[in-house]
């Protein structure tokens, strides 16, 4: 049973480790962007019939999905082609036929609950060639019916969506915002344009202007942007607009007339309201900054309701039909839900990725992630990340660079014409733009061998130089032709020479740490330059990357040559070199990720895995090389790559090792070896890449790192036979087990003499007898001997031979009726050894052999 329970372990063993070697048979890039959920959401629609159904559309990513009232969210725009989602609406009468307006590219529309898109802008088209959708409106009372604003008026559909018909007659404004029904008289739409409010009362066929106050003394127009209409539920004359710089306008004759009700309000750009169905006089409305404010009165007095609410750019708000106390915020950094009247907020991102990132900086145990939301950092090779703003407000970060000397020492630049220092690893920012002039900043270098010396590159404002950490900046712009500065880098061997990448004039070069610069483009086709990045062991080994793909240089800048072969997207927006090998190369693309393993001379596409192309920042990791990342641009956050290692297997005769050939393993993992030798072998010995680490039958790699082999070697197993005899004893033992002889051993001419045969079996030999010849043959192995009674000559394997050259009397004799022969003869021309006790009278016989 014992034996039985140890094979059952051994097979669920090798099951799981042979599954486990299997499971990443190929590399491919993983999504690891816990912690950076979140994102700009621009609208929310919920499905009528089941309210933990929800979508939310957003800006860059698409549209995700909830099932579960926004506590899990998943990617849902298969077959969208432009990520930049402006509304969507859900068809009250059939709940899978989903439409959502993009920017630019019209209108897309699903009829499986989101699993699958297509476009439907019959009749929008036709008469422009994009166009963008600001919102949706289905109308419940006609099946078919749906309108739509656009920045070319309201374009109207009475088939679903199969084609589309431009309704503005009427509509002097014709940027439309929001578009509302009446749910009481569906003939009756308004429309909230860039220049005011309309009414139509025919179903859109004509408009007319409507926005009058109802002051007594004035006369007048709401002035503005009105962002959004929203229609009383109980009482459809009762109308509320929001307007994008005048607060929260009120209507109690369907528009005829307008009242300002913003008492209360400190934030007068409104984008979002809802009206509670169960009581209309509360109401919510979402803004451009100010989070939500509420009102119980029907907007005579509103007050802020935004606690727990991370941002206060609320650009949508829904709310449950079936419970008003429960209401979801989209903003520019995620979805919030409150359950208690907007009394609080909390986030509800998980698996809502929205960030671009745009920009990394490694360290030894840490990652830096610059996105457009600020600073990520990872202390687990990027399986976690949280966010280090603490000092930073609304920034988007382009670049960002570590200290080599001391870790803790970070610089970020964004794009709101600062640039950010942490001396605490991330956890405090704080300003450093003295002598910074209004510039976006592109990029950062720091100077290797003098860790205050600085330099940042602008978009318009050339290159400026810090001595001090940040304390100061001046402008180094002496021979810079083009002051749209994409990149640069710092030799870290020579810190004067310092390359700067243009957006217009390609390449410059300074060698006296930017003194000045002078032009560096001989051969370089496109002066477009994204990224450069210099060779970190031979600095002469420049490579640019740029609109038109990569090109490299061999001595330092004077010349270039374009190095595409296998480059099937030339656009090049980002580059890193290998640390240990800067030979291998990976570069980010408009359409993912590719490498080169020989210094760019040939370029593979490494895109498995990779759901989002779009890569702009790539980086590898100090601690594991093989480990390499991509930041996105299109939605899909960071991306994780492992270059996967071989460890090379190899087993000799008599026996095997498992797994065996080459086996790919992933970077810092374990991978585990079995040796195991054949029936009748044991294992020699075994070798780890050339080394030997004993006779063992089970080695790990552990935190494997680089390419390794291992070789197992396997000997034919030798059996020792050990047998006891006493002279005048019948009974011996083989090994420790007892035998019995047919007559006991005697002394004869001083020597032992036996029946020889029980001796023989024992070792699985043979023992004949010819009587007429009188001749004992006896065989074991490959060696036979041949004896004669009386006869001091024998034969061993047809060979003469004495049996006792120190005493010819030594003979092969029968006594009482038994064959007695010479033990010490026959023992060691077998090959085994004789041990004689005189005090005890014990002969011992050792004999090792198959």
Same mark, same amino acid.
């Given at each position: ?8 372990l ?6 799981i ?9 190929d ?44 506590s ?35 209108i897309?529309?699903? $009829? ?53 018909n431009?309704?503005?007659n009427?509509?002097?404004? $014709?940027?439309?915002?929001?578009i509302?029904?009446?749910?009481r ?6 429309a909230?344009?860039?220049g /005011?409010s ?8 004509s ?6 106050l ?14 959004v ?22 209507s ?8 300002l009700?913003?008492?209360g309000?400190?934030?007068? @750009? ?17 803004? @451009?900054g ?17 606690s ?43 698996g ?26 990872s202390?687990?090779?990027g399986s ?18 570590i ?10 630049g ?17 300003e450093?733009?003295?002598g910074l002039?209004d510039a976006l ?5 720091i100077?290797a ?9 602008t ?51 300074? $060698?006296d ?42 001595n ?33 693309t ?9 210094g ?31 930041g $996105?641009?299109g939605?899909?956050g960071?991306?994780?790559y ?18 065996t ?5 992933n970077p810092g993992?374990?991978?585990t ?12 010995g075994?070798k ?33 036979t ?13 090994? /420790? ?14 020597r ?13 030999g ?8 009188r ?18 000559i ?6 003469n ?14 006594i ?18 004789v ?16």
């Amino acid at each position: 049973m014992k034996k039985i329970f140890i094979c059952f372990l051994l097979f669920i063993f090798l099951f799981i480790f042979l599954f486990h070697s299997s499971v990443h048979a190929d590399s491919e890039w993983i999504p690891i962007n816990n912690g950076l959920y979140g994102g700009f959401i621009r609208c929310l629609a919920m499905n009528p019939q089941k309210s933990n159904i929800i979508y939310a559309g957003t800006y860059g990513s698409g549209i995700f999905k909830s099932t579960n009232g926004g506590s899990s969210w998943t990617a849902a725009s298969v077959g969208i082609t432009n990520k930049d989602i402006q509304c969507i609406a859900v068809d009250p009468a059939d709940s899978n036929v989903i439409y959502a307006g993009t920017y630019g590219s019209g209108i897309f529309k699903s $009829t499986n609950g989101g699993s699958s898109w297509s476009t439907v802008n019959k009749g929008i088209t036709d008469r422009y060639a994009t166009i963008s959708i600001n919102c949706i409106a289905i109308d419940s009372k006609n099946i078919g019916f749906v309108y739509i604003g656009t920045d070319y008026g309201v374009f109207k559909s009475i088939n679903d969506g199969s084609s589309w018909n431009e309704m503005n007659n009427g509509l002097l404004y $014709t940027l439309v915002n929001s578009i509302s029904i009446n749910p009481r008289n569906s003939a009756i739409v308004y429309a909230a344009a860039m220049g /005011g409010s309309f009414k139509s009362e025919d179903g859109g066929l004509s408009w007319t202007y409507i926005g009058r106050l109802s002051w007594a003394y004035i006369s007048d127009v709401i002035v503005g942007t009105v962002n959004v209409i929203s229609i009383d539920p109980e009482t459809s004359s009762t109308l509320y607009a929001g307007t994008d710089s005048s607060g929260i306008y009120k209507s109690i004759d369907s528009g005829s007339r307008w009242e300002l009700i913003s008492d209360g309000l400190t934030n007068e @750009n409104i984008l979002s309201l809802v009206i509670d169905p169960e009581n209309t006089s509360i109401i919510y409305a979402g803004t @451009n900054g100010g989070g939500v404010f509420k009102t119980k009165d029907s907007g005579k007095l509103w007050s802020q309701t935004s606690s727990g609410l991370g941002s206060r750019h609320v650009n949508s708000l829904l709310m449950n039909p079936a419970n008003s106390g429960m209401i979801y915020a989209g903003t520019e950094d995620g979805v919030f839900k409150t359950s208690d009247s907007a009394t609080t907020w909390s986030t509800i991102n998980n698996g809502l990725i929205y960030k671009w990132v745009y920009a990394f900086a490694v360290g030894l145990n840490t990652i830096y992630a610059g996105t457009n939301d600020g600073v990520f950092k990872s202390a687990d090779n990027g399986s976690s990340w949280s966010a280090v703003n603490n000092g930073m407000i609304d920034v988007s970060v382009s670049s960002i660079i570590i200290d080599s000397h001391d870790t803790n020492l970070i610089y970020a630049g964004t794009n709101n014409y600062s640039v950010f220092k942490s001396t605490d690893a991330g956890a405090t920012w704080s300003e450093i733009n003295n002598g910074l002039t209004d510039a976006l900043i592109s990029s950062l270098a720091i100077d290797a061998e003098n860790s205050g010396t600085l330099y940042a590159g602008t978009l318009s404002s050339g290159i400026f130089k810090s001595t001090d950490g940040g304390g100061l900046w001046n402008t180094i712009d002496n021979g810079l032709i083009d002051l749209y500065i994409s990149s640069l880098s710092v030799d870290q061997k020579n810190s004067n020479v310092i390359y700067a990448g243009t957006a217009y004039d390609g390449v410059f070069k300074s $060698t006296d740490g930017g003194a000045s610069w002078t032009s560096s483009n001989n051969g370089l086709a496109e002066e477009f330059i994204c990224c450069i990045s210099i060779d970190y062991k031979t600095p002469n080994i420049v490579y640019a990357g740029t609109h038109s793909g990569v090109f490299k240089s061999t001595n330092s800048g004077i010349s270039w040559n374009p190095v595409n072969n296998g480059l099937t997207e030339t656009w090049v927006q980002a580059m890193v070199l290998d640390p240990q090998n800067p030979s291998l190369i990976y570069i980010g693309t408009e359409n993912g990720v590719f490498k080169s393993s020989d210094g760019a001379a040939s370029w593979m596409p490494i895109n498995k895995g990779l759901t989002d192309t779009n890569v702009l920042s790539v980086a590898i990791n100090l601690s594991i090389p093989q480990m390499v990342y991509a930041g $996105t641009g299109g939605g899909g956050g960071i991306f994780k790559y492992l270059n996967q290692l071989a460890i090379t297997s190899s087993a000799g005769q008599g026996g095997s090792i498992l797994p065996t050939g080459e086996v790919l393993v992933n970077p810092g993992g374990l991978q585990t070896f079995i040796i195991t030798p054949q029936s009748g072998y044991k294992i020699s010995g075994v070798k780890v890449d050339g080394a030997s680490v004993g006779a063992v039958s089970l080695y790990t790699f552990n935190n494997i790192t680089s390419n390794h082999t291992i070789s197992a070697t396997f000997e034919k197993e030798i059996k020792e036979t050990v047998m006891i005899l006493k002279i005048g004893n019948k009974t011996f033992t083989v090994n /420790g087990i007892s035998n019995t002889l047919d007559s006991p051993p005697i002394i004869k001419n001083s020597r032992t003499l036996l029946p020889i045969r029980a001796i023989i079996e024992s070792l699985n030999g043979t023992v004949l007898w010819e009587a007429a010849e009188r001749k004992v043959t006896v065989s074991l192995g490959a060696t036979n001997i041949e004896l004669w009674i009386g006869k001091n000559i024998a034969k061993v394997n047809g060979v003469n031979k004495l049996i006792d050259s120190a005493n010819s009397k030594v003979v092969p004799e029968i006594i009482n009726s038994r064959t007695m022969l010479p033990l010490r003869f026959i023992a060691e021309n077998l090959g085994a050894t004789v041990n004689w006790d005189a005090t005890t009278k014990t002969v011992t016989i050792t004999y090792s052999g198959g």
